[in-house]
């Protein structure tokens, strides 16, 4: 059983930076790709970033180049660096992790909160 526990969250003003870390138990991390969404209220589910096993990152167009995903396999831990932050990125972030590769699972972290606002 994999379990996803994310850090880091909080209050930011525009303009400003943070940075979420998430942590996950099991040994499938290192075959895994993590990421985090993101659900603002009474909106859905959204793609923030992703992350391969080997590295390849994806990102929504709307924090491309602003948000930096990163993972440690030796750590288990999968990062999500956040600059010039938005009102609009306010919302609950979500890590996940897909396992395994032929048929992926979705495991969710408990969600942490950012709020962009001044």
């Known amino acids: 059983q994999v379990q996803l526990v994310e850090s880091g969250g909080g209050l930011v003003q525009p303009g400003g930076s943070l940075r979420l870390s998430c942590a996950a138990s099991?040994?499938?991390?290192?075959?895994?790709?993590v990421g985090w969404y993101r659900q603002a209220p009474g909106k859905q589910r959204e793609l923030v970033a992703t992350?391969?096993?080997?590295?390849?990152?994806n990102y929504a167009d709307s924090v491309k180049g602003r948000f930096t995903i990163s993972r440690d396999n030796a750590k288990n831990t999968v990062d999500l660096q956040m600059t010039s932050l938005k009102s609009e990125d306010t919302a609950v972030y979500y890590c996940n992790l897909k396992f395994p590769p032929w048929r992926p699972q979705d495991y969710w972290g408990q969600g942490t909160q950012v709020t962009v606002s001044s």
């Open positions: 099991g040994n499938i991390f290192s075959h895994s790709v």
């Open positions: 992350i391969t096993s080997g590295g390849s990152t």
